[in-house]
């Protein structure tokens, strides 16, 4: 799972993904990330992962940089503190745990997805606490 959405919230359309979810992730950037971006002087990249980095009890997020030149624009991220407002505007935008962006990539991607939220609710479970219950704290 990558919390810039198979690179898509950083600007990059990877092969396989569909129009329509192509279309959307342009416009929910354009619409929300490029503007809280803008006002701190960071790229859309780092505002996502801020964001997530932000989420209760999240300890890391997984850059998935390729290269140096996107490893330098997810940094950022590192330092960047959203407001309580931004916050709320990215919850509100893309939700907590799904995008809404569509479909996933075919292949490996959608089963990897599915994999991991199994995991991470099995997780949850074990340690006593009730995976609804997160996603609807992380929903507010």
Do not use: I, Q
């Given at each position: 799972y990558s919390p810039l959405a198979w690179g898509l919230l950083a600007g990059i359309e990877p092969p396989g993904v569909p129009a329509?979810?192509?279309?959307?992730?342009r416009q929910l950037v354009d619409r929300h990330l490029r503007p809280i971006a803008a006002r701190h002087g960071v790229p859309p990249a780092a505002v996502a992962l801020a964001w997530v980095l932000a989420w209760p009890g999240m300890t890391g997020a997984i850059a998935g940089a390729s290269s140096a030149a996107q490893l330098a624009e997810q940094?950022?991220?590192?330092?960047?503190?959203?407001?309580a407002g931004e916050l709320e505007q990215l919850n509100a935008a893309f939700g907590?745990?799904?995008?809404?962006?569509?479909?996933?990539?075919p292949g490996?991607?959608?089963g990897l997805l599915r994999r991991v939220r199994r995991l991470a609710g099995r997780s949850l479970r074990a340690a006593g606490i009730d995976p609804a219950r997160v996603r609807q704290r992380l929903a507010r």
């Open positions: 329509a979810t192509a279309a959307r992730a940094l950022p991220a590192l330092t960047l503190l959203l407001t907590a745990f799904d995008l809404p962006l569509g479909e996933a990539p490996p991607v959608r």
